[in-house]
Structure formats: structure tokens, C-alpha cells
């Protein structure tokens, strides 16, 4: 069993939608980060979150600690967002990784 | 600041052959990071580093090595390198103090992609 688990797997969207992509966790953290990765391979950092809610732009992310979820969200989403969105957790020195949701906008 | 640097970002090795791939960061972050990315898998961490001279082992350490001589440079080894090994390797880094509970992001290199015949 994964400790991070991701939902879906694939997503198709027409420019514009709202889109959340899901990651449920079984482990105690101390931060859980979204990651995006490009086509090209490269791994940037989206958020860092340890409680409540972050928002940059039109990324916003949520965790509930006690259910061990959290949510990205897109608002008003673009043909650049595409990319796979990965969910990561933290439990102290390691790193757990979900396998991505690959995101496709379509214009 | 050139952030994560990984060379080479490409490599094919014989099965048996040996290599080492090179990371730098120019942050001053205290831990770094190896990971190999399968297809259709999610990222496993190989090994990690909390600072120069310690290191520790990841959830998949078997055929590698790992040295931190530096704050800036985590070089991953492979011995005897096999097939399974073919993958994408990322390092990163980030800074934690745990004292604190300070910790923040990590930070990427581009990835080597290295492919074991």
C-alpha cells in the first residue's frame, strides 16, 4: 500500500474549467507539498502546507489534517497548466511520493 | 544562485559498468536528496543527507552509495550497474531545521536520465 495515494490518475479539461485533483495520506506529517512536472522532466515546488489553506495566482491548496487530505485546485484553468501534479508528504527526514496526476487543458 | 545542478543529464552504461552522478546546490541547504523516477511511479527516495557528513538511507538503496563531504555536493554512485537502475534520477535540496520545525521547500535539479543495457 502507498502511504500517498492520488486521484485521478488522468485528467482532461477544456480551458477555462475548474479542476481539483485529490491526495489522501496515511502517514503523520509535518508539511505536505504539491509539485509540478513539466513535460520536460523538470520539478518545481507549487506549495508547502502544513495546515488550512495556501493560494498563488490561480493554484489554491488545501489540507484537513485530520482526514489526512488534501485538495489543489485550478480556477480558470489554461493550456499551460498541463503538466503532472504530484502530491508529496513529509514525516520528518523522508519524503513519500504520490505517482501524479497527468493534466491535460485542452484549448 | 544556479539552485540544483546535476551532471550528466543523460548517460547509457553496460551492464556492470559503474558511474557517478554529480549534484551541487549553491543554497547553503543543509538537507539533499537522491531520487529515481520510474515510469508510471511515483518518485522513491534513494538516499538522503541531513548535512556534510551524514547520510542516511532512502525507502530503495540497494546498488547505490552516497557521500556528503561538502554542504554543496551529494554525489550518488553506482556499482555494478543493472538494468533496474535503468531510470530518471533527481536530486534536491532544501533547508530544515527541526529545533525550529523551520523547513521549506524543495528544490530540484533537471534530472539524469540513465539507461542500463
Known amino acids: 500500500k502507498n502511504e500517498v495515494e492520488q486521484s485521478p490518475q488522468n485528467l482532461t479539461a477544456q480551458e477555462g474549467e475548474f479542476i481539483t485533483i485529490n491526495c489522501s495520506y496515511s502517514?503523520?506529517?509535518?508539511?505536505l507539498h504539491w509539485l509540478q512536472q513539466h513535460p520536460g522532466g523538470g520539478i518545481v515546488s507549487l506549495f508547502m502546507?502544513?495546515?488550512g489553506k495556501k493560494k498563488h495566482g490561480r493554484l489554491i491548496a488545501t489540507i484537513n489534517i485530520q482526514e489526512k487530505h488534501s485538495s489543489l485546485h485550478i480556477t480558470a484553468s489554461h493550456p499551460r497548466d498541463s503538466a503532472v501534479y504530484i502530491c508529496a508528504v513529509n514525516t520528518g527526514n523522508q519524503f513519500y511520493f504520490g505517482t501524479g496526476t497527468s493534466l491535460t487543458v485542452i484549448p | 544562485n544556479a539552485g540544483v545542478t546535476q551532471t550528466p543529464k543523460f548517460r547509457i552504461l553496460k551492464i556492470g559498468q559503474s558511474m557517478t552522478l554529480q549534484c551541487t546546490q549553491d543554497?547553503?541547504?543543509?538537507?539533499m536528496y537522491w531520487y529515481r523516477q520510474d515510469p508510471g511511479m511515483g518518485l522513491k527516495l534513494i538516499y538522503y543527507s541531513v548535512g556534510a557528513g551524514i547520510t542516511d538511507k532512502g525507502e530503495v538503496p540497494n546498488g547505490y552509495n552516497v557521500s556528503r563531504s561538502t554542504t554543496e555536493d551529494f554525489p550518488l554512485r553506482l556499482e555494478l550497474a543493472a538494468p533496474s537502475q535503468t531510470s530518471v534520477y533527481f536530486c534536491?535540496?532544501?533547508?530544515?531545521?527541526?529545533?525550529?520545525?523551520?523547513?521549506?521547500?524543495?528544490?530540484f535539479g533537471p534530472g539524469t536520465r540513465l539507461t542500463v543495457l
Open positions: 502546507l502544513s495546515s
Open positions: 534536491a535540496s532544501s533547508y530544515f531545521m527541526s529545533l525550529a520545525g523551520v523547513y521549506n521547500e524543495q528544490f
Open positions: 502517514v503523520g506529517i509535518s508539511a
Open positions: 543554497m547553503n541547504h543543509n538537507y
